[in-house]
């Protein structure tokens, strides 16, 4: 098969959150794209114009390219029309913390023998994941089939942006036509283009990821300590970030990390270190400092309610984060899940994932506003900073509170605000009702 001009058609497998956006990214750049995915009923959805997650401008490209895009179960119509096969299939963790890469494989085990194909991987793995895939080829007698290592780096919520406007894009692969054809599709976008060899580029992924992970457990560490000493951490978050070398990004102090990457990847890279024999110590730190910030708000409950039993708690928001309704490793499913074990009542209201939420969370009440939820209410919890919070109406709030308790996790509100309103304000790592302790002596 030649590489067809202007632009290349690419077969994306798996239509998830980084496939679909991978392959209307690339059809809004010019490209026929073959989408395949086992899941009969997702294809025809698909097919239907039906798209199975919520992600911003991803359903209008999708229609917009509803000529270019071609929905599938067969692999074969993908190699029948394209020759870079863009791997986007789920690596969840095990129960090991390593990543599961049974997905991967059956990918690998699908493919024909060939000498004009090669696999592009996207799909977050382990380093030294191409490495063993080039010798499931070689020992099945596919060793003509390609390997190009390109990671995906898109966040969930501005992901259909962040294809089109990357920081940077990463290449690895051996020196072959596969790695240059993979960065002659990038080219036409305004970013560097990093090339590189396959085990670097996998491990600039799971370092990245890592390494915000590490911003973000760091921060609330510091937010953690202003709540001691009565400092503001976005006070010092702001001071912080106007140093170059350290940035202003992911230092917004809160509930924790969630979602389906942060969480799968720090624990990835930590057991990929353990299995050499290399005991990553800060990566166990980053995950431990993650898991007490969840259950942190309890104690801010208590510290004003006393017992919980019986109390009735609001939770605005549930989703990772705002704009996606993607409730994997929500840090709002260990905050219901404790709470209720403490014996409160969650009423619960998030704008787009409460049907995702219902499947994960049992005896809570979903409320359709969040005037619904914080009705009768002891306290209200802000998990997730949807913007429309921010525009809550305080005093009509208060009034229809049973309690006067607000925890704001996501430090999105203006604690002046919120006090003016009558209310008890909690943010993480800001001056709170009930001061500073005595100083240790
Ligand atoms: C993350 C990375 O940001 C992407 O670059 C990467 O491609 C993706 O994982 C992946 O590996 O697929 P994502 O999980 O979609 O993207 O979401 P982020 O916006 O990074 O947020 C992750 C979590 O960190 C959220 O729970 C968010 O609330 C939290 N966070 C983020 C903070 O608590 N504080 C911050 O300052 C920033």
Redesign the pocket.
């Known amino acids: 098969m030649n590489a067809p001009n202007p632009r290349e058609p690419i077969g994306v497998i798996g239509t998830g959150y980084?496939g679909l956006v991978t392959a209307a990214g690339f059809a809004e750049l010019g490209s026929d794209v073959w989408c395949i995915d086992i899941d009969e009923a997702k294809i025809e959805g698909l097919r239907n114009g039906i798209i199975p997650i919520w992600e911003p401008g991803l359903a209008e490209l999708v229609e917009k390219h509803r000529g270019r895009l071609h929905f599938s179960t067969d692999i074969a119509d993908a190699l029948e029309h394209a020759r870079l096969l863009f791997v986007a299939v789920g690596t969840p963790p095990t129960y090991s913390g390593d990543a599961d890469l049974s997905a991967v494989h059956a990918v690998v085990d699908a493919m024909p023998p060939s000498d004009t194909h090669a696999l592009v991987m996207k799909s977050?793995v382990p380093c030294g994941t191409g490495e063993s895939v080039q010798r499931l080829f070689a020992e099945s007698g596919k060793d003509g089939f390609r390997y190009v290592s390109c990671p995906?780096?898109?966040?969930?919520?501005s992901a259909v942006k962040d294809f089109l406007h990357p920081d940077r894009v990463v290449i690895g692969d051996d020196g072959d036509w596969a790695g240059d054809a993979v960065a002659e599709l990038y080219a036409v976008l305004d970013a560097p283009i990093v090339r590189t060899d396959i085990k670097s580029a996998e491990m600039v992924?799971l370092a990245?990821?890592a390494f915000?992970a590490t911003?973000?457990s760091f921060?609330n560490e510091i937010a953690n300590v202003c709540e001691e000493t009565g400092a503001d951490v976005i006070e010092v978050a702001a001071g912080m970030g106007l140093d170059d070398r350290i940035g202003p990004?992911?230092?917004?102090?809160?509930i924790?990390?969630?979602?389906?990457?942060?969480p799968k990847?720090v624990s990835a890279l930590k057991q990929l270190a353990g299995n050499s024999g290399y005991h990553f110590q800060l990566l166990n730190a980053v995950i431990e400092v993650n898991e007490l910030q969840k259950r942190r708000v309890i104690a801010k409950l208590q510290k004003h309610l006393g017992s919980l039993v019986g109390k009735e708690i609001a939770l605005l928001g549930l989703a990772?984060?705002p704009n996606t309704d993607d409730m994997r490793e929500a840090?709002s499913l260990v905050l219901t899940a404790r709470l209720q074990a403490a014996g409160s009542h969650i009423r619960a209201y998030d704008p787009v994932a409460e049907e995702e939420a219902r499947k994960l969370i049992t005896g809570a009440e979903f409320t359709e506003s969040a005037e619904a939820a914080v009705t009768g209410a002891d306290a209200v919890v802000i998990v997730t900073e949807w913007p429309e919070f921010g525009e809550l109406d305080l005093v009509a709030l208060a009034d229809s509170m049973r309690g006067s308790l607000l925890v704001d996790g996501r430090n999105m509100l203006d604690p002046d605000r919120v006090r003016e309103a009558g209310l008890i304000y909690e943010g993480v790592g800001r001056p709170s009702a009930g001061g500073v302790p005595a100083p240790a002596v």
């Open positions: 980084v977050t995906e780096f898109l966040k969930e919520g992924k990245s990821n915000l911003k973000i921060i990004k992911f230092l917004k102090a809160g924790g990390f969630g979602g389906s990457c942060f990847d990772f984060k840090s």
